[in-house]
């Protein structure tokens, strides 16, 4: 079994910068993909972006593509998420996502693992 906890949500300005960290505990999966979503009130959840086991390879949603970076460090068993240019439609709990699968997928069915969630909140 993987626990993800994720941490570094808080509440920040518009045009400001916040970095998410999710850290892994259990069973190693650093061969596995791993992603963020996030859940904004009242909407369904939605994919924000996703890397491969190497770090190599990286998928991103429209809405945030040159804004947030993802990376991991699998000798620290811990996927970020570097967000600039935050704007308030970015306010939502954001959730880590991990399975062993290699493939890179943006659909959150194909993620076995998930955190508890942190939220972000940013104002206008």
């Known amino acids: 079994q993987v626990q993800l906890v994720e941490s570094g949500g808080g509440l920040v300005q518009a045009g400001g910068s916040l970095r998410l960290s999710c850290a892994a505990s259990?069973?190693?999966?650093?061969?596995?993909?791993m992603g963020w979503f996030r859940q904004a009130p009242g909407k369904e959840r939605e994919f924000v972006a996703a890397v491969s086991r190497s770090g190599g390879t990286t998928y991103y949603a429209d809405s945030v593509k040159g804004r947030f970076t993802i990376s991991r460090d699998n000798a620290k068993n811990t996927v970020y998420l570097q967000m600039n240019s935050l704007k308030p439609e970015d306010t939502a709990v954001y959730y880590c996502a991990a399975d062993r699968g290699v493939v890179v997928f943006t659909n959150g069915t194909k993620y076995d693992y998930w955190g508890q969630g942190t939220q972000v909140t940013v104002s206008s």
């Open positions: 259990g069973r190693t999966f650093n061969s596995g993909r």
